[in-house]
């Protein structure tokens, strides 16, 4: 976890805020704003990364549904400008690699080892939202118990 002040809200956050929100469908961007700042007094931020904007846009459906997600998108800060430089890729490599541990716990040759069945699979959305967090100096409020391990797992990175 990271030592900084900010931090960022992912995806699902957002996303299970939003499907929680009843006829959607007639909603207003009105509406759309003023939900965005109920979550984001809820939550305590209204940071995001511009990997989170495109997760919340290529989830619409139509044009209410995109008119909506854009207003209530407009009232976060997207922190990293939507610059994701070259270092960030290579995190998010090293991220999306599996945790390979021996298959008896005994130092083997490579050929001989296994992902560890307690490695969730990474998607990776989440590995350049957690290499971004890393470079930013944020926290990442997340549901996803997935990438709540991998950053504790990469925690040295």
Known sequence: MSNGNRRILDSNVLIQYIRRL???AQSSKRDAIRHAQILI????TNCIVSPIVIEL???????EDLAFHEAFLGQFEVIDNGEIPRDDWEKAKRFARPVIVPKSGRR????????????????LGDCLILAIARRLDC????EDRG????????ARS
Request: charged share 35%; aromatic share 0%.
């Open 22 to 24: 009843s006829n959607r």
């Open 139 to 142: 926290d990442v409020v997340t």
């Open 147 to 154: 990438l709540r391990a991998q950053e504790d797992r990469t």
């Open 57 to 63: 846009l290529a989830g619409t459906l139509n044009g």
């Open 108 to 123: 083997r040759p490579r050929r001989q080892m296994r992902p560890s069945p307690t490695t969730p699979a990474r998607q």
């Open 41 to 44: 007094e809820q939550k305590k």
